[in-house]
């Protein structure tokens, strides 16, 4: 299982807490976890679900200038079904091209520009990908390496 306790002190109550810090996480109800899952039709990758479980969605190193959005799971089942404002997002034909199904895309990083989640774990670990660069083998060491180094997205 991964431990994302290192995160701990960005978390806030609910989203009515917006301050300006560079990072800051919302919680994530079990139910909204299920409907995610439902809506999907499938479970979702083993990390994916930990961090929802464990810490919730946010934004990171918001003073890079990216959005840096990990998205809550009804933005998560919005992009990835294409549903509503995505249903018709031409941005989105890369990532299916390039991912055939295989990952999850869940971390938008600029409008257009999506980090993916492999949906089959290795180990307990999923891979992510930004477009067809492995970015880290496990999301919990990507998120220790980007809060290390805001500028890592920049930098691929």
């Known amino acids: ?15 009515s807490q917006d301050t300006d810090h560079d990072i800051i996480i919302y919680p994530v ?9 439902e ?8 990390e994916l679900h930990q961090f929802y479980q464990q810490c919730g969605y946010g934004f990171f190193n918001r003073s890079t200038g990216n959005i840096n959005r990990f998205m ?9 079904l294409k549903l509503d404002e995505f249903e018709f997002d031409p941005d989105l034909e890369v990532y299916q ?13 600029n409008e257009g520009l999506y980090l993916a989640m492999n949906k089959i774990d290795d180990g307990g670990k999923n891979a992510i990908y930004c477009m067809d660069i492995r970015v880290s083998d496990a ?16 930098e691929l």
């Open 1 to 15: 299982m991964s431990d994302f306790s290192f995160l701990a002190q960005h978390k806030v109550s609910d989203e």
């Open 29 to 37: 109800g079990e139910e909204d976890i299920k409907i995610a899952i």
């Open 39 to 46: 809506k999907l039709e499938t479970n979702l990758p083993v």
């Open 72 to 80: 809550d799971p009804f933005s998560l089942t919005q992009i990835n």
């Open 97 to 109: 091209d390039l991912y055939n199904h295989d990952k999850l895309l869940f971390f938008e990083v």
């Open 139 to 154: 999301l919990v060491d990507f998120l220790k390496a980007f809060l290390e180094n805001p500028d890592l997205l920049n």
